[in-house]
């Protein structure tokens, strides 16, 4: 593994089922984030964790869950996911959320299309 | 909140020079990035600036004026390769001890022959 991978790259879902998107990074970093990109829209913060065991809520995060159970994974869940949940989802990482500089660092992307 | 704006598409010539303007207005400022983004890919980091004044790093450079709540991406010797969506991304404080990113839509840019 090199740097940080998300899976499914691509998935098609019904309505009402339940999914998760995997985010795995490498590089040891303490914060990790989940965004959705809509066209239009941009990227939009979800869910972030500072650190492994806390996790916290970002701009558009309902319908969403996420955890943190150790530094490297933050899987994202949809329980029941709905329509307007199609989206390209990107997990990210930097090394801190503290007062220093914060550069973020992408995985590839899951293309997410809920019918 | 914070409000982030940058025009949604520019076209520029092979070669030529493009500005890429982003304003933003918040609180708890922490420093501006920007990122590149080509279609169907990840966003990768360009630059960064949280004190006043240009960064420059080969063909681009990005200038900041925290008074202003201005920047601005400068793209030299264009090339065709450089059409991609370019994001300004503001860092600023969001309490409890984090600081979070807010991106902007993005500007696509499309560079032609």
Known sequence: IAGITQAPTSQILAAGRRMTLRCTQDMRHNAMYWY???????????????????????????????????????????????????????????????????????????????L | GQNIDQPTEMTATEGA???????????????????????GEAPTFLSYNVLDGLEE??????????????????????QMKDSASYLCAVDAYSGAGSYQLTFGKGTKLSVIP
């Open chain 1, 36 to 114: 959705r990109q809509d066209l239009g829209l941009g990227l939009r913060l979800i869910h972030y964790s500072n650190t492994a065991g806390t996790t916290g809520k970002g701009e558009v995060p309902d319908g969403y869950s996420v955890s943190r159970a150790n530094t490297d994974d933050f899987p994202l869940t949809l329980a029941s996911a709905v329509p307007s949940q199609t989206s390209v989802y990107f997990c990210a990482s930097s090394g801190t959320s503290g007062n220093s500089y914060n550069e973020q660092f992408f995985g590839p992307g899951t293309r997410l299309t809920v």
């Open chain 2, 17 to 39: 020079i493009v500005q890429i303007n982003c304003t933003y207005q918040t609180s708890g400022f922490n420093g501006l990035f920007w990122y590149q983004q080509h279609a």
């Open chain 2, 57 to 78: 790093k080969g063909r681009f450079s990005s200038f900041l004026s925290r008074s202003k709540g201005y920047s601005y991406l400068l793209l030299k010797e264009l």
